[in-house]
């Protein structure tokens, strides 16, 4: 089973590994300090469950879990607060660990995962049935699509100059549309092979230029995503 840890504190961190590293068929496949960087792990190594905090600084680990896709890893939160347990379960959460974590719930936790592993769909889907203002529906060949930008849980489809408004989220969209897609932001993502131009930033962030000429922000935890993705392709 491969495990991302997600906690911004190191300590805890290294306690999850300390915990983990008995139990059989564990591999950790990566850590992240912050929720951004657990998308963009998650997006990258494929996990098969995330043990998330729930308290981190700007992106907590509930708009981390709301943000996966729905064949996304499984969440367990690790958490000090007993207070956000009815919110973990409303996301969907496998399992709710208090601080400072016992092995043996810990255990009981990955092996309810195991329970739950199921082979990822791998299927993607080439066309999207979207709504007309005339109240109708329109088939757009996902082909077309340049880039999504999400907002709560509706994603704009820019497909050349018209746009298109779905109620999904991003992720869940992302999950249906296979891997012609990258997620570059938390609320964006482009057609991999509409990226003309990256360009850096000196922050390490960077632009996104398509070839439509539009412009796309892409953020530090996902920019060596979106890299990796784009040489995968030549």
């Known amino acids: 089973m491969r495990v991302l840890i997600v906690d911004d504190e190191a300590p805890a961190r290294r306690r999850l590994q300390q915990l983990l590293?008995?139990?059989?068929?564990?591999?950790?496949?990566?850590?992240?300090?912050?929720?951004?960087?657990?998308?963009?792990?998650?997006?990258?190594?494929?996990?098969?469950?995330?043990?998330?905090?729930?308290?981190?600084?700007?992106?907590?680990g509930l708009a981390v879990a709301a943000s996966l896709p729905d064949d996304g890893p499984a969440v367990v939160f690790v958490t000090?607060?007993?207070?956000y347990a009815l919110q973990a379960f409303d996301a969907q959460a496998l399992?709710?660990?208090?601080?400072?974590?016992?092995?043996?719930r810990l255990a009981r936790a990955i092996e309810r995962?195991?329970?739950?592993?199921?082979?990822?769909?791998?299927?993607?889907?080439?066309?999207?049935?979207?709504?007309?203002?005339?109240g109708g529906v329109a088939v757009l060949p996902c082909a077309e699509i340049h880039w999504l930008e999400a907002a709560?849980?509706?994603?704009?489809?820019?497909?050349?100059?018209?746009e298109h408004l779905l109620?999904?989220?991003?992720?869940?969209?992302?999950?249906?549309l296979g891997d012609d897609f990258v997620r570059v932001h938390r609320g964006a993502a482009v057609a991999l092979d509409q990226v003309a131009l990256v360009?850096?930033?000196?922050?390490?962030?960077?632009?996104?230029?398509l070839r439509s000429g539009a412009e796309v922000a892409c953020s530090r935890?996902?920019?060596?995503?979106?890299?990796?993705?784009?040489?995968a392709r030549d």
Do not use: S
Request: charged share 30%; aromatic share 2%.
């Open 221 to 231: 935890a996902y920019r060596p995503v979106l890299l990796e993705r784009l040489a």
């Open 95 to 104: 399992d709710y660990l208090l601080k400072p974590v016992a092995a043996d």
């Open 80 to 83: 000090a607060h007993d207070v």
């Open 21 to 60: 590293a008995p139990i059989d068929g564990i591999d950790v496949v990566g850590e992240a300090a912050d929720g951004e960087a657990a998308l963009a792990l998650a997006e990258r190594l494929r996990p098969d469950l995330m043990l998330l905090d729930v308290q981190m600084p700007e992106l907590d």
């Open 167 to 176: 109620r999904r989220t991003l992720g869940g969209l992302l999950a249906d």
């Open 199 to 209: 360009r850096p930033n000196d922050k390490g962030d960077a632009r996104i230029v």
């Open 152 to 162: 709560d849980n509706y994603v704009t489809l820019h497909a050349g100059g018209r």
């Open 113 to 134: 995962a195991r329970r739950r592993a199921a082979p990822r769909a791998t299927v993607p889907t080439r066309q999207l049935l979207v709504p007309t203002r005339q």
